[in-house]
């Protein structure tokens, strides 16, 4: 008689999550690396809003209403399956 069934198994002996070694930064080294990521979040910021302004309010908004009457549609047809039954 089966006591135990396993489906999965990890085996996680000697595997390595992350990078090998943990870099720290020097002093100079960790102004120079703070100020490249602050450029970058604010190279991020304007990229993210000029996409924000490029979509037009109308875009948006049909975009909404398309994803709210296809998730309405599917969701009618998975409950109204699921309710019929067996029928055959």
Known sequence: MVRKITLFEFHMDGS???PAT????TESE???SEADESE???SEADESAADAESKS???TFF???????????LLW??????S?????
């Open 30 to 32: 960790g102004v120079e």
């Open 57 to 59: 309010a109308m875009v």
């Open 63 to 73: 975009q909404g209403v398309l994803v709210f009457f296809v998730l309405f549609f």
């Open 77 to 82: 047809v998975l409950f109204s399956r699921l």
């Open 22 to 25: 943990i870099q720290t930064a």
């Open 40 to 42: 970058a979040n604010e």
């Open 84 to 88: 019929s039954g067996d029928e055959e």
């Open 16 to 18: 390595q999550f992350g």
